[in-house]
């Protein structure tokens, strides 16, 4: 498993921006393919970005298709989830998570993925 440390989580206005990072610990970083999951109080686990392990591939949940865009530096061993246009409904703790690449499982399921960050606080005000 590969250790993960999240930031850039904070307070915002509703329209605002927000970028958010994981630090992978894992010097072989590119071998894992990476997401990103959100989790408001009360509520299940939920998908919101991945990116293959070489970066050419993304996928989102639709709840923030158009706002949000996920990216990564295999050379800094860092996912990155720029968030734009964000909205109260996007207030949740924000996890990363990594997956082994060629592991054929589904991004959007949270069960693919074996290693997890602590999570950030993101807090969106109306």
């Known amino acids: 498993q590969v250790q993960l440390v999240e930031s850039g989580g904070g307070l915002v206005q509703a329209g605002g921006s927000l970028r958010l990072s994981c630090a992978a610990s894992?010097?072989?970083?590119?071998?894992?393919?990476m997401g990103w999951f959100r989790q408001a109080p009360g509520k299940e686990r939920d998908f919101v970005a991945a990116i293959s392990w070489s970066g050419r591939s993304t996928y989102y949940g639709e709840s923030v298709k158009g706002r949000f865009t996920i990216s990564r530096d295999n050379a800094k061993n860092t996912v990155y989830l720029q968030m734009n246009s964000l909205k109260a409904e996007d207030t949740a703790v924000y996890y990363c998570?990594?997956?082994?690449?060629?592991?054929?499982?589904?991004?959007?399921?949270?069960?693919?993925?074996?290693?997890w960050g602590q999570g950030t606080q993101v807090t969106v005000s109306s």
């Open positions: 894992e010097r072989t970083f590119s071998m894992y393919d």
């Open positions: 998570a990594a997956v082994p690449r060629f592991s054929s499982r589904s991004y959007y399921e949270r069960t693919s993925y074996n290693s």
